[in-house]
């Protein structure tokens, strides 16, 4: 199966625009994990007084996409101010590159979040914003799955309908996902994705995702401990 | 010599040659019959397919009345897993398989145990291999089917089917192969190999896609799987595809007349590429080398960069691959192959499989070596994924890699 990738995403995989990264930058983040297949790591160089992005690099660990959407991220944000960056939008990247793959839109949202956990990371330095400790309760981490993305169709998990049940106790968080319409090949891509999202949580000591799939409702738990969670989902039963 | 791509995917599909383009030709519009037609048409269709069904099971040994066609591989394997579970008795419901199948065999054994069947899925060794003895501890009394992939279209693993047949028989197990990748690479016999069921396809050996065929020992029972008219022994519906079963006949005539030489030629190109590649740090092959390896495969991981970033790059350059990354895949997972023989998710996803056919020469070999050596110091130059700054974490039953804490 070919990917079929736009000019621009070819352009900017093939001559990406500021890789590498910055001695002593004034902010860093990475997203993403080398199991998962993608990475970015930013580094930044800000201007203390009007707050704007004199420099950015980045280094790449990913697909095609990943790179040039990476490369992109660092164009659209040279010039601008922090708090400009805190507002982009995945959707920007993704227009700017005339368009992704449905299956790759999770590359545009991990590129804009490796530049709002910079932008954050640098208001920190700077004083201006303090480490906050996110709640584990309903509300944040639905706005967390906000960014897992539903490789068929493009679009979130959240906005499609498709977390249908989340429930904290403590430490402990239950999500269940509807594959409801969604290609049942993709669940286990979703439930590392849902996984690593929430693990990422400093409150969360135990998660358990239930995937339901189309047909019946068979379950598929991915049992409770963090360290369980790059299971392949590949047939291991014996 | 960049005018011409170079194409290193032949375990994906093969270029059709030429005489078997012409040997097909007579059958589109000239020869056009229905095998099942009663006229001099039909005759002549039934005719040409009734010798190229006798031809094809001479490479194998097997009878004429063995071969049933099918539209590929993927069919004669879901008509063998399927068609020998609706034909099996409601004591035979267990099936074992392995860790390292294609989609072709995993997905018909995967509705299997949807439908109620238990399946065992054996473990591989480090290579690719399966332990017989394994096999032997996963037989019981109601276990039906054993299917096994012959020559791996990943790692290029070629299993030991004599042994494996012979544990199947003693328990009175059938077995089943899949040698899509291995058919005019590998030699098997019927009468001495022990399996009842193969699957082959044309297009694998220069022949047209969209047509196969399963091998039937005489006497497996096995039920059909669609519903029509009766052809192929009432097990495969449907007017044969005619010009195909002409031009697979004489595509594997060829392989056959020249498989000496022709698998020799190849693992020469194969080994060729291995002993350049391997010289990059952090490089290393995925199963084994030498003669259990087929002859048309190599498959190679590149650490700290990504599969299809490798792959589109080399596309760019003109050389054709493959890869076994996550995001070279739809379903955004790491081949299953690979995480069978132990490969780490990030190794898996930094993988690329060069695949030869005797169309291939050794400069295109000498060629694509040196573009792989750039494209994968261009890729490292600028990885995020640096191995000084992520440890080796112990999860469950694997290791993988997690970013250290950034306490600095």
Known sequence: ?238 | MNDKPIYFDNNDTTPMLEPVFEAMKPYFIEKFGNPASLHEYGAEAEDAVNAARASLAEHIGATPEEIIFTGGATEANNLAILGAARGASEKKRHIITTKIEHNAVLNPVKRLEKEGFSVTYLNVDKEGFIDPDELKRAIRPETLLFSVIHGNHEIGTIQDLQSLGDICRENGVLMHTDAAQSFSKVPIKVQTTPVDLISVNAHKLHGPKGIGFLYIRKGTRIVKIMEGAPQEQNLRPGTENVPAIIGFAEAARIAFDGMVDDTAYMASLRDRLIDQLIQIPHTHLNGPRGSNRLPTNADITFKYIEGEAILMHLSIRGVYVSSGSACSSKSLTPSSVLTAIGLKHEDAHGSIRFSFSKLNTPKEVDVAVEKVKEVVALLRSMTAFIPELHSEVEGKGQTFYKKKKEER
């Open chain 1, 1 to 238: 199966m070919a990917i079929k990738y736009s000019p621009m995403v070819i352009e900017h995989f093939t001559h990406p625009q500021n890789v590498g990264e910055i001695d002593n930058p004034d902010a860093e983040a990475t997203e993403g994990s080398p199991a998962c297949g993608d990475m970015i790591t930013f580094t930044l160089k800000v201007n203390p007084d009007s707050h704007v992005v004199e420099d950015i690099r980045f280094r790449s660990y990913g697909c095609a996409s990943n790179i040039a959407t990476a490369s992109m991220a660092t164009v659209i944000a040279k010039g601008k101010t922090i708090e400009e960056i805190k507002d982009f939008n995945p959707k920007l990247i993704a227009e700017k590159l005339g368009g992704l793959p449905a299956i790759k839109m999770h590359c545009s949202v991990l590129a804009i979040n490796g530049l709002k956990a910079a932008a954050k990371q640098w208001e920190i330095t700077q004083g201006i914003t303090e480490v906050e400790e996110i709640q584990c309760n309903d509300t944040t981490i639905r706005k967390l799955l906000h960014e897992v993305i539903n490789p068929q169709t493009g679009k979130s998990i959240v906005a499609s309908g498709m977390v249908s049940y989340i429930q904290v106790d403590g430490g402990k968080v239950f999500v269940e996902i509807s594959m409801q319409g969604t290609d049942e090949m993709y669940a286990d891509n979703i439930r590392e994705e849902v996984t690593e999202k929430i693990e990422s949580m400093k409150c969360v000591q135990e998660i358990i995702v239930r995937i339901m799939e189309r047909e019946k409702f068979e379950s598929s738990d991915l049992n409770g401990s963090r360290a369980s969670t790059n299971q392949s989902g590949q047939p291991e039963k014996s």
